[in-house]
């Protein structure tokens, strides 16, 4: 009797399976570009996802140089290594990483307005 009431005051988690597979896909290789709104008119664009292969301060040095725009690294625990750029860039970005075979176009989402 005791092995049936352990059995039913254990708690059940439904959506305990669903985590692990939930977590699966997320395997998958994509770059995200967002955007932030700052104040007023001025904004922020992210990248994250992007490969460690390659060197982000490169890249993040080539990203300035070319769109003519500031940008920083920001390490954070769950995602990783962050580029930041200061104003809209998600098209250049995701235009740059194709054409230099970073990335395949279907790898890279570009969320935001």
């Known amino acids: ?8 005051n254990t708690p059940f988690d439904p959506f305990a399976d669903v985590e692990e597979e939930a977590k699966a896909p997320k395997a ?47 390490d954070d625990e769950e995602l990783g290594q962050v580029l930041q750029l200061s104003g809209d ?10 054409k230099e075979e970073i990335a395949k176009k279907s790898e890279i989402k570009v969320h935001g307005f």
């Open 28 to 74: 998958a290789n994509h770059i995200h570009l967002r955007i932030q709104q700052r104040n007023g008119r001025k904004t922020l664009t992210t990248l994250q996802g992007l490969p460690k292969q390659y060197d982000s301060k490169k890249i993040l040095k080539v990203f300035k140089k070319e769109f003519a725009c500031n940008g920083t690294i920001v």
């Open 1 to 8: 009797m005791s092995n049936l009431e352990e059995e039913l």
């Open 89 to 98: 860039q998600r098209q250049k970005i995701a235009e740059f990483l194709v």
